[in-house]
């Protein structure tokens, strides 16, 4: 059953999740914006998108170029929970999953670390 949750609440959960990374990873976090969407308009289930340029791409032409995005999609999220407590855990893991893909980490490397 699907967790209920504010928006507000779900947004310190996002602020929350952030704050755990660790200062040197998230002083290099470079041209990004953190943004909070209730879904995906045509992948509805997912939880989170990085779009952008990762960190281990980017080369003379990025100069200028508008800020990388990460969306975490607070319905898909609360829709998998069944408590306020995996909430945390999927907020959580949903945003080191993302910020890993601004790093140039991809989906197989995170699997195996147990973030996906």
């Known amino acids: 059953m699907a967790v209920q949750m504010s928006p507000q609440k779900f947004d310190e959960l996002v602020s929350d999740a952030l704050d755990q990374i660790p200062q040197r990873l998230a002083a290099a976090i470079d041209n990004v914006v953190i943004l909070v969407e209730a879904r995906h308009p045509e992948e509805p289930s997912l939880l989170g998108l990085y779009e952008g340029i990762a960190l281990t791409e980017r ?58």
Request: net charge negative; aromatic share 8%; hydrophobic share 40%.
């Open 59 to 116: 080369d003379s032409f990025y100069a200028g170029s508008l800020p990388d995005a990460i969306t975490i999609y607070r319905d898909a999220i609360l829709d998998i929970c069944d408590s306020e407590e995996q909430v945390v855990e999927e907020v959580t893991i949903t945003v080191v999953h993302e910020i890993a893909h601004h790093f140039g980490i991809g989906d197989d490397r995170l699997h195996e670390l147990g973030w996906a």
